[in-house]
């Protein structure tokens, strides 16, 4: 099982429309948990750390269910800027604590 | 304020050739590391540097050198390239943990192994 698993979409929806992505992790010891955001041939940036009550930053909300074991983010007014790749990035424990990457969700905002 | 910057940020190599990979950052960060993405694959962990002096395996360390001399430089070598290693290469930095810090990316470098 990959540790960190995401639907590669792309998810096409039009400005204005809300969208949500979920992501499944297989460390049940995982203790942080983030989304980053990529553009196309950029490098990938922070979009929000998720906490375990949930919390939102403008029109994106990110949510945590520990016992599922898995990550949402919500987006809602879409923008055509909001077009680009979310990577759902977990902690991983090898010595040092580490990142590990979804391979990435594909959003689409069309006008 | 530069951040992290790569050099350099696009190479063509033949199979066997060398070459290295600098990473610098200007913002007095512990923490670097060096990943690769492939289409598919995402983002996998190539090394990692705690500090400076230190240096320690990712994910996919088979074929990769890495050296951390001063605290702003990270360096990735290939000591002979081969065509599995075409890919994007991006390093980041953090201050300290990446899980209590944010993780600042470079630009990347899109290297070519024929």
């Known amino acids: 099982r990959k540790e960190v698993e995401q639907d590669p979409g792309p998810f096409n929806v039009p400005e204005g429309a809300t969208v949500a992505f979920n992501c499944t992790y297989s460390n049940s010891a995982s203790q942080s948990f983030f989304w980053y955001r990529q553009d196309c041939r950029k490098e990938p940036k922070l979009l929000m750390s998720?906490?375990?009550s949930g919390n939102e930053d403008g029109r994106f909300t990110a949510q945590l269910n520990r016992a599922s074991q898995y990550i949402s983010l919500l987006i809602r007014d879409s923008k055509l800027s909001d077009s680009a790749t979310y990577l759902c990035v977990v902690n991983s424990y090898s010595g040092y604590s580490t990142l590990t990457f979804g391979k990435g969700t594909m959003l689409l905002v069309s006008p | 304020n530069a951040g992290v910057t790569q050099t350099p940020k696009f190479r063509v190599l033949k199979t066997g050739q060398s070459m290295t990979l600098l990473c610098a950052q200007d913002m007095n960060h512990e923490y670097m590391y060096w990943y690769r993405q492939d289409p598919g694959m995402g983002l996998r962990l190539i090394h990692y540097s705690v500090g400076e002096g230190t240096t320690a395996k990712g994910e996919v360390p088979d074929g990769y050198n890495v050296s951390r001399l001063k605290k702003q430089n990270f360096l990735l070598g290939l000591e002979s390239a081969a065509p599995s290693q075409t890919s994007v290469y991006f390093c980041?930095?953090?201050?300290?943990?990446?899980?209590?810090?944010?993780?600042?990316f470079g630009p990347g470098t899109r290297l070519l192994v024929l």
């Open positions: 998720v906490y375990s």
């Open positions: 980041a930095s953090s201050y300290r943990s990446p899980v209590q810090e944010t993780q600042y």
